[in-house]
């Protein structure tokens, strides 16, 4: 199994940009995805996932209205739309799967190795 991110750069407050996650060795169908992140001197935190009992989507707070997780099945690909970039979402940003449907960072099963969004104000 392994998950591969893309999508990170540079952008400026207010700018978007879209991740993206590539998935091998498994069926999305039959995992939840999260996508978590990490930034410099932070714990890391969970910021959406879509589940894989219903296709539900689940946002932190501090993204909702501003990010969208989606997923095509048929490239195996789930994605990240953030819009409204802040700076404070400055970080490095991870996706993860889990056999459990569950959304929480301990209960992943894989880890891609993350892709860098710098957001400058």
């Known amino acids: 199994v392994k998950l591969v991110e893309s999508g990170g750069g540079l952008v400026q407050a207010g700018g978007s940009l879209r991740l993206s996650c590539a998935a091998s060795?498994?069926?999305?169908?039959?995992?939840?995805i999260g996508w978590f992140r990490q930034a410099p001197g932070k714990e890391r935190e969970g910021i959406s996932c879509i589940s894989s009992s219903d296709s539900s989507a689940h946002y932190l707070d501090s993204v909702k209205g501003r990010f969208t997780i989606s997923s095509d099945n048929a490239k195996n690909t789930v994605y990240l739309q953030m819009n409204s970039l802040k700076p404070e979402d400055t970080a490095v940003y991870y996706c993860a799967a889990s056999t459990s449907d569950t959304c929480t960072s301990e209960g992943m099963d894989c880890w891609g190795k993350g892709t860098l969004v710098t957001v400058s104000s």
């Open positions: 060795g498994l069926t999305l169908d039959d995992y939840a």
